[in-house]
């Protein structure tokens, strides 16, 4: 059974590394200006997609994509303060699915992806967002 | 057999047509509804994940039509099949395999050609976790399932000392995307008594009980459309004239978008039957919603 003991090696390796703190990761990113330039772009993407765009056209843009800065750079230790609403009262009672969920996901893989981000440093960022589907998905 | 076929290839084409309008779908991210075990479950080319086929969310319906070619050194087999996920929860599969023992059979005195074909009808059922949202987990996505299989080749089964021509197989999944790593891990436990997966019957002379044979894949994410990784497949030995090893595979695994995949394996399949190290290209194309 050589190959479960690998695994349980790769499953402590991982454990390990998710614990430690990332700066790498906000780099990779390109700091605060890099996180603006892939939240516009997000912004972009999901006012072009159908699926999305009936929830963003009608709000604050700019002021929510000042938020989105924010709470990414939070998120990967970029030593910013989030001001915003917690994520369930954010999006309380806009009846999100996980479709929608999953079509935002989408929409921010797109964006990272145009402004040259790393697929690695996307999928840490995704990592830290992908569970709060539990606040934000309704039905 | 030809229209039952085509049925059961059509039908998740003519849902994805008819749902689309009811139901919205295709909900999932790419890559997450796996691709089609050589059984026709999702999850990798040999071993099945707990993740429900096709791209539905726990609103909708997913499903999709395989075909996979094995062309092994003294060998072949072909599969196709469907797989239907019900919300995120039920997955429904059916595969249908021809392996064909080319020169092989002339050789054991069956003729030139003779096939072996079997039929694979799949449940697996989603018990908890979500593989790929719960980052903040170590809980994995769990699911169980059942592969009940008819072999069309009774007499020979017997002959070459399998005690059954049918036989179902129960597993129990775990998979889980650790995103930080773009690295996914599954780990199966299969109790079953098929020979060869069922190809050469159930059970045989030197043992007809259920064994519990482990199955592991990794999958590393290169990016959003390619994946690559391995699988290992523990196997039982039951017969006496045949010794049977385990198999393993290298695989690429490439989605451009969610209607179509294609995977491509170098896969090890050691000793079948009078052959010796067997190994073979695999190549598994993919169409669903
Ligand atoms: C991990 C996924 C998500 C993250 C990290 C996220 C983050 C945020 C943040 C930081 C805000 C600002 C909160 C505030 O105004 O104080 C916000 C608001 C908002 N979110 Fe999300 N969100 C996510 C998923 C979604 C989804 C799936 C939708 C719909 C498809 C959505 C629609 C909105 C809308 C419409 C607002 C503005 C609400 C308002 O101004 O009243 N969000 N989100």
Known sequence: MAIARYLVCLVALFAASSLRADPETFRAFGGVPGLTRVVDSFMEELLADPRTRPFFESVDQQNLKRLLVEQFCAELQGGCTYTGRDMRSAHQGQGITMADFNALVEALQKAMAREGVPFRAQNKLLAKLAPMYRDIVER | MRIRQAAIIGLPILLSAGVAQALEYGGRLLLTGGVNTIEGAAGGGLTPWAVIGGYGTRDQIGGNAFFSHVEIDDYRLEVRGAVLGLFDRVELSFAEQRFDTRQVGAALGLGAGFTFRQEVFGAKIRLAGDAVLDQDLWMPQIAFGVEHKRNNRGAILRAIGARDDEGTDYYLSATKLF??????????????????????????????????QPEFSLAYLLNRHLAIGGEYRFKPNNLGIAKEDDWWDLFVAWAPNKHLSLTLAYVDLGNIVIRDRQSATYLSLQVGF
């Open chain 2, 179 to 212: 995103l930080a790593q773009s690295t996914l891990l599954n780990a199966t436990l299969r109790a079953t008594k098929a020979n060869q997966a069922g190809i050469l019957g159930f059970g045989g002379d030197r043992r007809d009980s259920y064994r519990i």
